[in-house]
């Protein structure tokens, strides 16, 4: 064999080897999108049923903001199914979404008798205090 096809080749399956580790790293990162974009939507879920249920403890209702949530909710599924299908992954062969163990779930009602230590931000509409990872204000709406 000659020297320059030898060297041919080798320059062939380096530059293969290569796009195949860029491919890797590139269906690594969209994972990591999905793993948040789940983070995202099982959160969003939680707070969306703790505001039914302290709605409807409490006998009011606020349709806008369950709205609200409902739309963040689609806007989440949709952003996770784009994500999916970029790497080949069909919505129905997708893994389920990890759910966490029970034990470590916190539910945060949206009310106002939360104790202030726990509560570091405030709405920039209202001036409410809303917890960390709310999406929008409990007390007026506002998306956060």
């Not at 690594?28 to 709605?55: D, F, H, M, P």
């Not at 080949?88 to 979404?97: I, V």
């Not at 106002?112 to 709406?141: M, R």
């Amino acid at each position: 064999m000659d020297f320059n096809k030898i060297k041919e080749m080798g320059l062939e399956y380096a530059e293969k080897g290569k796009n195949a580790a860029m491919d890797l790293a590139e269906r690594g990162k969209t994972q990591a999108k999905i793993v948040n974009e789940q983070t995202k939507l099982a959160r969003a879920q939680r707070q969306l049923g703790a505001l039914v249920y302290s709605l409807a403890k409490g006998n009011e209702e606020n349709q806008p903001l369950v709205d609200k949530y409902i739309e963040m909710i689609d806007a989440i599924e949709k952003d996770l199914t784009a994500l999916r299908e970029s790497i080949g992954t069909p919505a129905a062969e997708a893994a389920p979404e990890p759910e966490a163990p029970a034990d470590s779930v916190t539910i945060e009602f949206p009310t106002d008798a939360q104790p202030a230590a726990e509560e570091k931000k405030t709405c920039p509409q209202c001036g409410a205090p809303v917890s960390d990872d709310a999406l929008f204000c409990n007390k007026c709406g506002a998306q956060l």
